[in-house]
C-alpha cells in the first residue's frame, strides 16, 4: 500500500514539474479527491476557469428577467 502511494505522490509531482503548475501537491489531490468520478481532462481541473466579468453576468440576469 505504501508503495501506491508513493507512485501516486512521484506521478503528481511529475505532472505538476511537467506543467508549470502554481498549486501545492496539496490542491491537487485535493481536487483529484474531489472529483474522483467525473470524466473530465485534467487541464480542465488544474486550469483557472475563465468568467466573464461580473458587469456582464448582471446585464444577462437582468435581460434574461425582463425578457429582452
Given at each position: 500500500l505504501k508503495v501506491v502511494a508513493l507512485c501516486a505522490y512521484l506521478l503528481l509531482a511529475y505532472l505538476k514539474f511537467q506543467s508549470k503548475i502554481t498549486k501545492s501537491l496539496q490542491e491537487i489531490v485535493q481536487l483529484f479527491q474531489i472529483n474522483l468520478l467525473k470524466?473530465?481532462?485534467?487541464?480542465?481541473?488544474?486550469?483557472?476557469?475563465?468568467?466573464?466579468?461580473?458587469?456582464?453576468?448582471?446585464?444577462k440576469w437582468f435581460l434574461s428577467r425582463i425578457g429582452a
Open positions: 470524466r473530465l481532462p485534467i487541464e480542465d481541473l488544474l486550469l483557472p476557469i475563465q468568467r466573464p466579468p461580473p458587469d456582464d453576468l448582471k446585464q
